[in-house]
């Protein structure tokens, strides 16, 4: 599914990201989450193992498709633009079961796993296979 404004978008996912970094971490990583587990979910359109298409947080919400990677993505560039000073770590992982999540703050947090639930388990609870961390992430905003 294509969103029908871009702009009208943009400018809501700037609203998100100033109302959420003066937030209380739980909080923000709620709101944020929420947002983007509500967009509509559509069929592959990224795939893990091709970090290089994976497109810039701009162009992420220009395209609108949003499966679980791009939706992972998507909170992974809130988390990383909104400069929260409670976030220490972030990094989108793999697990066995092909879902894509978002590890904040060494496993402390994962999100993109269902609406208005945060996960606050290890990591390794959930068997992540592959991870990519954030200074990888943070190349692909320019």
Excluded at 8 to 29: F, G, I, S, Y
Excluded at 38 to 61: R, V
Aim: glycine fraction near 2%; include cysteine.
């Amino acid at each position: 599914m294509r969103l029908s404004n871009f702009e009208e978008h943009l400018v809501d996912w700037n609203k998100l990201r100033n109302e959420t970094k003066e937030l209380p971490l739980e909080k923000a990583l709620y709101v944020v989450n929420d947002w983007w587990c509500f967009l509509p979910m559509d069929n592959q359109y990224l795939h893990f193992d091709d970090l290089a298409s994976w497109p810039d947080p701009w162009d992420l919400i220009n395209d609108g498709v949003f499966d679980n990677l791009a939706k992972a993505l998507g909170i992974a560039y809130t988390l990383i633009l909104i400069d929260h000073t409670d976030i220490q770590n972030i990094e989108i992982g793999l697990n066995k079961d092909h879902d894509t999540v978002v590890i904040v703050n060494n496993g402390d947090y994962i999100l993109n796993w269902s609406p208005k639930v945060l996960l606050n388990i290890n990591s390794e609870e959930i068997s992540i296979l592959k991870k990519v961390d954030s200074s990888v992430i943070k190349q692909r905003i320019h």
